[in-house]
């Protein structure tokens, strides 16, 4: 049960009902009459008139991103990736990635296999039918939630769209995570903040990447003006979602007074669920739809209207369906396109609510995100939907930031109090050590818990991770137990003491505050949000690290010239993007060569090279020899890495402590993937392109051997197709 209000919060004033706009397309009257023509939603934007191209890069050059100059606060050192502001453009029809060779007779035959092609899937905006399509929906979100207080039943769901079968524990976790977990008058007024929880049956099968599915008897039906349509076939043969077996839920919450209910206060959450782990993606959207859903709450309490039992739609039910209509709208995911590298972000343009949206997406998990900072005099497409820089300093006034990161660190908003912290905290994460993270609010712990994770980068995360998380959660007595240790590689945020109490043996506990920081006196509003909301009262300030109590010894000095360069950028008016940048850059580097001993470690244990691959030695998966981790810790111990700090302690013990958490299994996970990946690619391309006439006339061939290969042609190239 949520807390009591706060009995000191100043009376809102009365909510005036919002105007509907007659379109289903959009709740909000279109304020995109004063921008120039925005380009095509979805299409990948060329920056400084440069033609879209697809540079190649290999998985090496993830060190690409730590160049750069962190002493001077210049603009070029700080464009980290060029590869954000340039991607490639999706090509207006999408090539088969099976070429038809004269040279392979079989190719000319299998006209009948389904191809990834991207631009012939159906855009719902030609059809003049309100039908949600949801084999595009579904590839973002899984649905949208409203759960409201009820002073009999507590929390509870009160309107899901669209329809989706979630069971009972779901439900619960939804409910429960929707609401502050704590009595504090930090939840007055609008908040927006996200939490992890287990998927259901039912949400897995939907998402397990390249499965067939049959959700006939989860599809809903007609549902007051909307139908809904979902193409099984299409969503298989695009591969579906892959995802980490878990929803993520992205919340926008309300507490305000109001003297015409019973408790004196109007409490309400939106959710978004959705697989994919995109915090300020996710938090943007609800920023733009959170404050027009909940006034609309009021204008339906004063119609008498209720999503969950009226029978004609309510206009905040009508504003979450105009907005699933957006999302649905949206382009392929840009995972699903082969074209795209997987060492590049895609950068997306979206509509949502009449609004368009510059996002850079993450190829893959691992991927660390950067800012992207151009100079207002540069020309690109996506500088009249920028948000301007907050920083008055003039030495920075024409600073542009660039796409809105969908996994951005905030490094120094968090740790602005605490720069010292981050090695100790990367150390933690690194290996795997179990931490809570206690705060006053569920975004503050949130946000750090996300901090956390991308602190890491590109070393992928191995373990368990909840954003914010309630003793009412159905994972609470297997995570959080006082009667037995903590487990490995598990990061849980929350504000409740009671949890906090039922901790206090976990050896890492971070401490999450309210405060503007040290180094900046200015308030910082919610993320994305320059003000407070319209009749919200009072805004949830952005919290930060105050403090660490660990048992851990660290192995590694903190980089002090960092930490001086980002202060005394930070005084000179630098933007918030600028600072995370530079904190970035050091820690991927710092990563990157730790990592490195691990990867040509991992090159010596793959068998042959696929490059070397013909007809005549056709090997469709590779060959790995098992990982001997006492063989690589004397490597290790014989040629030490030259990390970008000094050690205090052993860096082979390090090494050791390190290949026995999570995050050692995740690494060889993602190399292998990585590994099968590109192997089956020259496995294809040599079935593909090789001459398989020439190969036929080759003195001593057998007939036989030539129908054999054709018919394993035929059949290889049938399985991989949606490859």
């Known amino acids: 049960m949520p807390p009591p ?123 003049l039918s309100d039908t949600l399509d949801l084999t595009r929906f579904w590839a973002w979100v899984l649905c949208i939630c409203v759960v409201a207080f009820d002073l009999e039943l507590g ?8 329809p989706v079968s979630l069971s009972q524990e779901e439900k619960k976790n939804i409910s429960f995570s929707a609401f502050p977990d704590s009595n504090s008058s930090a939840h007055v007024g609008d908040s927006v903040f996200s939490f992890r929880m287990r998927s259901g049956a039912s949400s897995q099968k939907l998402y397990q990447h390249n499965q067939a599915i049959s959700l006939a008897t989860d599809l809903p039906g007609k549902s007051g003006p909307l139908s809904f349509s979902f193409d099984e076939r299409e969503w298989i043969s695009s591969g579906g979602v892959d995802t980490d077996g878990h929803t993520y839920g992205y ?23 959705s697989p994919h782990p995109w915090p300020r993606l996710f938090a943007t959207m609800l920023q733009a739809i959170g404050p027009i859903v909940m006034d609309a709450f009021a204008s339906d309490r004063n119609n008498n209207a209720s999503p969950s039992t009226s029978l004609v739609p309510s206009s905040s039910e009508n504003i979450v369906r105009s907005a699933c209509m957006d999302i649905c709208r949206w382009p392929p995911l840009p995972s699903s396109d082969p074209s795209r590298s997987n060492y590049q972000p895609a950068i997306l343009l979206l509509e949502f609510l009449n609004n368009p949206f510059a996002f850079s997406i993450p190829p893959n998990s691992r991927y660390p995100q950067l800012h992207d900072t151009l100079l207002k005099s540069q020309s690109t497409d996506l500088v009249p939907y920028m948000k301007k820089a907050a920083s008055p300093s003039r030495q920075f006034y024409n600073i542009v930031p660039g796409p809105t990161l969908a996994c951005p660190g905030e490094f120094f908003d968090l740790f602005s109090q605490s720069l010292d912290l981050l090695w100790h905290c990367w150390e933690l994460m690194m290996l795997g050590e179990p931490i809570l993270v206690m705060g006053e609010t569920a975004k503050g712990c949130s946000d750090v818990v996300w901090g956390l994770v991308e602190l890491i980068k590109p070393v992928p995360f191995g373990g368990d991770f909840r954003p914010y998380m309630t003793i009412q959660d159905s994972d609470f007595k297997s995570l959080a137990s006082r009667s037995k240790a ?14 906090k109490k039922a901790l206090e043996h976990w ?211 049938v399985s991989k197709a949606w490859f």
């Not at 929390?155 to 899901?160: G, T």
């Not at 933007?575 to 001993?597: A, C, S, Y």
Request: proline share 9%; aromatic share 8%.
């Open 507 to 717: 050896p890492h506990v971070l401490s999450v505050g309210r405060s503007a920081g040290p180094l900046g006196s200015q308030k910082q509003w919610m993320v994305g949000l320059d003000s407070p909301p319209r009749n919200s009262g009072e805004i949830v300030f952005s919290s930060g690290v105050q403090g660490l109590s660990s048992k851990h010894k660290p192995f590694f000095v903190k980089d002090k010239r960092l930490v001086k360069d980002v202060i005394e950028a930070s005084l000179r008016g630098a933007p918030g993007t600028i600072l995370d940048n530079m904190i970035r850059r050091h820690f991927v580097e710092l990563t990157d060569r730790f990592v490195q001993p691990l990867n040509r470690h991992f090159e010596d244990l793959v068998v042959g090279s696929p490059v070397d691959m013909s007809l005549s030695g056709l090997r469709a998966v590779p060959e790995v020899k098992s990982f001997k981790q006492e063989t690589f810790l004397k490597k290790v111990e014989s040629s030490a890495p030259a990390l970008p700090v000094q050690s205090r302690r052993s860096i082979t013990e390090f090494y050791r402590l390190f290949l026995k958490s999570p995050n050692f299994g995740s690494w060889l996970q993602y190399q292998t993937a990585t590994l099968h990946r590109e192997w089956t690619q020259y496995y294809i391309r040599v079935l593909c392109e090789s001459d398989v006439v020439q190969w036929a006339k080759m003195p001593g061939r057998e007939e036989i051997e030539t129908v054999d290969l054709l018919l394993r042609i035929r059949e290889e190239l």
């Open 155 to 162: 929390q509870a769901l009160e309107f899901v769209y669209p």
């Open 251 to 273: 919340v926008f919450f309300r507490q305000q007074k109001d003297g015409e209910l019973r408790r004196g206060f109007f409490q309400k959450s939106l959710v978004i669920l």
């Open 486 to 499: 903590p487990a490995t590689a598990l990061v849980l945020g929350a504000t409740n003491s009671v949890l």
């Open 5 to 127: 209000p706060p009995s000191g919060a100043p009376p809102s004033p009365p909510t005036p009902a919002p105007e509907r706009s007659s379109s289903t397309s959009s709740s909000i009257p279109s304020s995109a009459s004063s921008r120039p023509t925005p380009p095509a939603y979805g299409r990948l934007l060329p920056v400084n008139g440069e033609q879209p191209g697809l540079p190649s890069t290999t998985a090496s050059s993830i060190t690409s991103i730590v160049g750069g100059n962190t002493d001077s606060l210049g603009s070029s050192p700080f464009r980290i990736l060029e590869a954000t502001a340039s991607s490639s453009a999706h090509r207006s029809k999408q090539e088969s990635f099976i070429p038809r060779s004269q040279s392979n007779p079989v190719l000319a035959e299998l006209t009948s296999i389904p191809t990834h092609d991207l631009s012939e899937r159906p855009d719902p905006t030609d059809s």
